[in-house]
């Protein structure tokens, strides 16, 4: 048993290094100053990983491009559309598993479908109509288009399906309404995936770079990825607050995972009929 | 524990637990989802789709052409060939980052001590933008600038062209895109994993079921549906994979990494040729919406689950 | 005709029916600028100097990064909306935007009067057809970079800032020859923009050969001549045979760094090289950019320019704001703030304190006498891509001759749409 142990530690190390190497080749750039930056990394060696001199400054300028308003920005902007869209999909998810109607794998292949079509097809409609509504630079526009997604509504709708039709149908015995059952019994027993869920959710606004540049281009509705590229114009890329944006927004988007894994394994063990 | 068989075979046949509810109710649930779906999605597809049946005068005009558009794409060789560079990468990355991410979450399912750090590490490389990802590693991989082909060097080999050799390049895509996204799909095929009973692998191992027999016989049925969700999800996503490509090969060198969403955007920003590039995005859609289909059929749930 | 934004208007009006539709906000007096995502001190006093000349105007400038402000620059123009009122272009994409209406003419704005006051070659770059339509902001041009520390420990005399002691490309191999170092993983030549038509055309022009015809819609007979050809052959042949050349180093960002971090002991570049090399360990020295034994000097220039949206609701805002931006005081303080070349020939004058020294010298030499604008196409943007693509490739090994036949028949194909 020790050895399967050992090995597992292992194996999930060279996995670490892996894919965090980069990253912490990232990380470190953003304490070197600019000239120190590239002058090792066409070596690799300890100097490529150790920085010899270690500076702040490119995290002291970074309210230079705006940097904190743009990471107030996305927080409210990737959470609002995590909190709405988890509510908004799963419920749908949840019919689409629980109910029966008419149309209704028409509908789910048009709910699958609207999530395949490539982006830049639509932008044009897109802005058309978030202009005619007067929307153009407003959180309205950063978050609405957002919040119902084909992906994750099949996310939901898979688990809810998976459920045992007798859970269902002990809870309407009881006289439970359908709300009362999504919402105090198959959302609770569902965790990981709404976890999942709202990750998706929340990695999608914290990545969005075009539809943002498109909709709200204005200086205050800035999302952390324009205002990390602010660091490059066509003549001069400040590199070290390049790295030092970007380290931050990763550190920053890796703490709804870190606080919401450990819901993981909640899951259906508890489960059964009560 | 009860057995549950729910519906006969294939996820489009079986709608589910099936159980009755007014129609108020069940509109209740859709509706938010349906209408940002019709509004923000549906009508602007539709928009698309028309649209692609069309080109536009230099003065904006617009101009029916029919199925002209796409009689063009398809009589170019140059189409063709980025029809076959794109199946062949996701031919590749799909199955690849699907198999990848199963690995991961079943390596860091069962709890341990600094196990959730791992899953966070696991995690960290899909908070970066695949713009950061394309111009990270284009500097890490780069010959002249770049730690990687240092490391190359002085174990003795040849330095690599990586993006900007003709054979390495698509391969180089592969990789890179599932060094960031590997950990996405792994938090998903987690929550299923941790889905399954802990009661049914006790009984599988009671009764003298190995490791790898428990996998397959308790473990793959049940993660079926979290499967068909990842593998699906995946193959979408990677179909419209193109910034990488846009930011450093622009579809080379040599048309190694031709992708036919590369070649939608350039047909639309570079070319000007709104209508051609929308019968290009159709063109995708139809693609993905097949080999989806496929994939669902061929991960269809049997209907049933076991006690 | 259907237009497109009919067809889109019809829609949302469909939706607007449906209650969820408000008319669209009014602009005030709000002048929407779409701007390039320089830093702050290059942008901010400008605009706040527009302002203070005239009384009422509220600028409300977006800055984009330089990744994508084309493409959500073309999304809005596209899209037919008032918004933006003014936008930057790239000089050469002047005709591109003009064919397609989405430039109002400057000259009834600044006046025959105000045109004059520009160089020729940024008039040039910023006319389609004889009308002046978009308003030049800068120019530029390029120099020969040397690393004066590399020079010196090669034993090689420095090269001289005389743009008559010009260096043929000959030479310059040799010197770049005896300055690579693989030992060392020095480069003994790089380009700062190695697959751009801005810094390679100038190869071909040196050598005589035309680079588009004179209506600009073929590519064919000119990007396939004899000599083009031969041009990029012996620049593909500094990466494959000669190897004084990093090949793949595609990236400018990167390409700058080498020369930075002393890597590159000659660096042809563009003029604001010096500016941006502010706190490095570097000693450079510049020289004449070098041109081909036999064939004339000729160095690239150009640079970006402002565009008027003729559908903005806020016409007479955006006018002043043109007619202030071609004001010899602001065009003054706009250059001193990028420490770039003046548009207007009258401010070396004026200006000659920040334009001291053999550098500055050379700069406005071969602005007024070699500087060569790209060739005026609306179809610029596709001539550009297609052609860098060749000239990745060419630089990785393929052969001239061959590759430059299938750019020009690619870039032919895609032209056609602008004969009518």
């Not at chain 1, 399967?4 to 990253?23: K, N």
């Not at chain 1, 109910?99 to 044009?124: D, H, N, W, Y």
């Not at chain 1, 569902?190 to 990545?207: D, K």
């Not at chain 3, 006051?117 to 770059?125: K, L, M, T, W």
Request: aromatic letters at 12%.
């Amino acid at each position: 048993m020790k050895g399967a142990v050992v090995a597992r530690y292992v194996a999930l190390s060279v996995i670490l290094v892996l894919l965090v190497a980069p990253l912490a080749w990232l990380f470190i750039s953003s304490v070197r100053p600019a000239s120190e930056i590239f002058r090792w990394s066409h070596e690799f060696g300890w100097r490529t990983f150790v920085p010899a001199e270690l500076t702040l400054q490119n995290y002291a300028t970074l309210h230079e491009i705006g940097y904190w308003r743009a990471l107030r920005n996305t927080i409210f902007v990737a959470g609002a559309t995590m909190v709405l869209g988890v509510l908004v999909n799963a419920a749908a998810g949840f019919a689409f598993a629980v109910f029966r109607f008419r149309f209704q794998r028409t509908i789910f292949v048009l709910v699958l479908l609207s999530a395949m079509m490539p982006f830049e097809g639509i932008v044009i409609p897109l802005y058309t109509l978030v202009r005619a509504l007067g929307l153009v630079d407003t959180y309205t526009a950063l978050i609405l288009p957002e919040v119902a997604s084909g992906f994750v509504i099949f996310l939901f709708r898979q688990f809810f399906a998976g459920l045992p039709r007798e859970f269902y149908e002990a809870a309407r015995v009881d006289g439970a309404t359908w709300p009362v059952i999504f919402w105090r019994i198959a959302i609770p027993l569902s965790w990981p995936v709404v976890v999942t869920g709202a990750m998706m959710l929340f990695i999608m606004q914290w990545e969005a770079f075009f539809w943002p540049l498109v909709a709200a281009p204005s200086p205050d509705y800035t999302l952390v990825q324009i205002a990390i590229a602010r660091n490059r114009s066509m003549e001069e890329t400040a590199w070290g607050r390049m790295f030092s944006a970007t380290t931050l927004a990763c550190l920053i988007a890796i703490v709804p995972f870190l606080v919401f894994q450990r819901f993981y394994l909640r899951g259906l063990t508890a489960g059964g009929i009560k | 524990m009860t057995v549950a068989a729910h519906g006969r075979g294939g996820w489009l046949r079986d709608s589910g637990i099936g159980t009755q509810a007014g129609t108020l109710m069940i509109a209740l649930f859709l509706a938010p989802a349906l209408l940002g779906l019709v509004a923000f999605r549906l009508v602007p597809i539709a928009i698309a789709l028309v649209g692609s049946l069309f080109g536009e005068t230099l003065a904006g005009d617009l101009v029916w052409r029919g199925l002209g558009n796409f009689e063009r794409l398809l009589g170019d060789p140059n189409v063709w060939h980025s029809v076959r560079v794109t199946l062949l990468f996701n031919l590749l990355i799909n199955p690849l980052q699907v198999l990848i991410a199963f690995g991961l979450a079943l390596l860091v399912l069962r709890p341990a001590p600094g196990i959730g750090l791992f899953r966070a590490a696991f995690f960290l490389p899909m908070t970066l933008s695949i713009g950061l990802t394309a111009m990270l590693w284009d500097i890490l991989l780069n010959q002249h600038v770049g730690p990687v082909n240092a490391l190359i060097a002085q174990l003795g080999f040849a330095r690599q062209g990586f993006f900007h050799d003709e054979n390495q390049a698509l391969a180089t895509m592969i990789v890179i895109a599932s060094w960031k996204g590997c950990g996405y799909w792994m938090i998903f095929l987690l929550a299923g994993l941790a889905a399954i009973p802990e009661e049914l692998h006790e009984a599988a191992r009671i009764d003298g079921a190995s490791a790898w027999q428990r996998l397959r016989y308790v473990t793959l049925p049940l993660m079926r549906r979290p499967l068909a969700f990842v593998l699906v999800a995946d193959t979408a996503a990677n179909f419209v994979f193109f910034a990488p490509v846009f930011i450093l090969t622009s579809g080379g060198p040599n048309g190694a990494t031709d992708l036919l969403m590369f070649r939608a955007y350039e047909t639309a920003f570079t070319f000007g040729d709104w209508g051609r590039s929308l019968a290009l995005s159709t063109i995708i859609l139809l693609i993905v919406a097949a080999i989806a289909a496929v994939e669902l059929r061929l991960l269809r749930d049997d209907g049933t689950q076991a006690g | 005709m259907l237009e497109r934004r009919t067809l889109l208007q019809g829609t949302t009006a469909a939706l607007g029916a449906a209650g969820l539709a408000q008319p669209a906000l009014a602009q005030g007096r709000e002048v929407q600028v779409v701007w390039m995502g320089w830093p702050d001190g290059q942008v901010l006093p400008i605009m706040q100097e527009i302002e203070r000349r005239n009384a009422g105007m509220r600028l409300r400038v977006e800055r984009f990064p330089f990744g994508e402000i084309f493409q959500a620059i073309d999304v809005r123009l596209q899209a037919r909306s008032p918004s933006p009122d003014i936008y930057i272009v790239d000089g050469p994409l002047t005709a591109y935007y003009a064919v397609r209406r989405h430039l109002a003419e400057i000259e009834p704005i600044i006046g025959r009067e105000g045109m004059q006051r520009y160089a020729p070659s940024v008039i040039e770059q910023g006319s389609v057809g004889g009308r002046l339509m978009s308003l030049p902001l800068y120019t530029s041009s390029s120099v020969l970079f040397c690393n004066a520390r590399l020079f010196r420990q090669a034993g090689i005399p420095i090269p001289s800032a005389d743009p008559a002691k010009r260096m043929t490309w000959e030479e310059t191999l040799e010197l770049a020859r005896r300055l690579t170092n693989p030992a060392a993983q020095t480069w003994g030549f790089v380009v700062d923009q190695a697959d751009r038509p801005y810094s390679i055309l100038p190869f071909a022009q040196s050598k005589g050969a035309s680079m588009l015809s004179a209506d600009g819609f073929t590519a064919t007979g000119h990007v396939d001549s004899a000599l083009f050809v031969e041009a990029m052959r012996w620049y593909g042949e500094l990466y494959t045979r000669h190897r004084v050349s990093p090949p793949g180093l595609f990236d400018t960002a990167l390409a700058r760094e080498m020369f930075f971090s002393g890597r590159a002991a000659m660096f042809l570049a563009i003029d604001g090289i010096p500016a941006l090399a502010g706190g490095r360990d570097l000693e450079w020295t510049a020289t004449a950019h070098p041109y081909f034994a036999g064939g004339r000097a000729v160095t690239p220039t150009g640079s970006w320019h402002i565009g008027v949206n003729p559908r903005g609701t806020n016409r007479a805002m955006a006018d002043a704001f043109i007619r202030s931006y071609a004001n010899p005081e602001v065009v003054a303080m706009q250059t001193r703030v990028r420490g770039a070349p003046p548009t207007m020939p009258a401010l070396w004058q004026t200006m000659a304190a920040d334009y001291q020294g053999d550098f500055w010298a050379l700069v406005k030499h071969e602005i007024e006498t070699t500087g060569v604008p790209r060739p005026a196409t609306p179809g610029f943007r596709e001539y550009e891509d297609i052609l860098r693509i060749a000239i990745r490739e060419i630089v990785g090994g393929a052969d001239a001759g061959p590759r430059l036949r299938r750019a020009a028949q690619d870039i032919d194909r895609e032209l056609q749409k602008y004969r009518t």
